[in-house]
């Protein structure tokens, strides 16, 4: 079973940043947090990981709580096209280990 | 670079059938790993094949089962095939370097109906 619990689902308006929060209560030291997410009936997309200190890159910035208890994935301008389930994870092993996500939908 | 590839994007199959389903990693990728996503229960992993050995497994019967060629692509088969197979059947490929934390890509998925 996934580890990491995230809201539903969220709205956000077009443009306005998208901040998807996840709790990782069970998280260990060595376990790093990924974001993926999956827009209908395509394959997963890979958007960012961090272990540690906060990370950005072209897609999104990712945002861990110094305890690491949590996390917030933040897409800066969200577009229709963000339109997606988000997925957090706490990975330890090879496998991925996705929960149920958070359906985000963004509205015109 | 091109993604990873999988073929077929739809199949339809009866019970009792088996089904190949095929994949190719990105360019530069020796690890493969296949994912199941039913409604019901989401997204799980099946295997992952690096070097062409059976690396890591999750928890699906015997009637699942895969392989590795020397090129990297990875076939899947599901044999005796039954209704609640019906899924979408994803790959992923990764470096395969450390066996680890590398981050997976995924394809778009073949999608199995079972009738």
């Known amino acids: 079973d996934a580890k990491t619990t995230q809201p539903p689902s969220m709205d956000c308006a077009e443009g306005r940043a998208a901040n998807l929060p996840c709790n990782h209560s069970?998280?260990?030291?060595?376990?790093?947090v990924y974001w993926y997410r999956q827009i209908h009936s395509q394959g997963p997309q890979y958007i960012i990981h961090?272990?540690?200190n906060n990370e950005t890159n072209e897609m999104a910035s990712l945002i861990i709580t110094e305890d690491r208890k949590s996390s917030t994935l933040i897409l800066p301008h969200a577009t229709l096209r963000d339109t997606a389930v988000y997925y957090c994870?706490?990975?330890?092993?090879?496998?991925?280990?996705f929960g149920k996500g958070t359906s985000l939908l963004v509205t015109p | 670079k091109a993604g990873v590839t999988q073929t077929p994007r739809y199949l339809i199959k009866t019970r009792g059938q088996q089904v190949t389903l095929s994949c190719s990693p990105i360019?530069?990728?020796?690890?493969v790993s296949w994912y199941q996503q039913t409604p019901g229960q989401g997204l799980q992993f099946l295997f992952e094949?690096?070097?062409?050995?059976?690396?890591n497994k999750g928890n699906f019967p015997g009637r699942f089962s895969g392989r590795q060629f020397s090129n990297s692509r990875s076939e899947m088969n599901v044999s005796t095939l039954e209704l609640g197979d019906s899924a979408l059947y994803l790959c992923?490929?990764?470096?395969?370097?450390?066996?680890?934390?590398?981050?997976?890509?995924f394809g778009p998925g073949t999608r199995l109906l079972v009738l």
């Open positions: 992923a490929s990764s470096l395969g370097a450390s066996g680890g934390q590398e981050t997976q890509y």
């Open positions: 961090g272990l540690k």
């Open positions: 094949y690096f070097s062409e050995t059976q690396r």
């Open positions: 360019s530069g990728h020796r690890s």
């Open positions: 069970t998280i260990s030291g060595n376990e790093y």
């Open positions: 994870i706490d990975r330890s092993g090879y496998a991925l280990n």
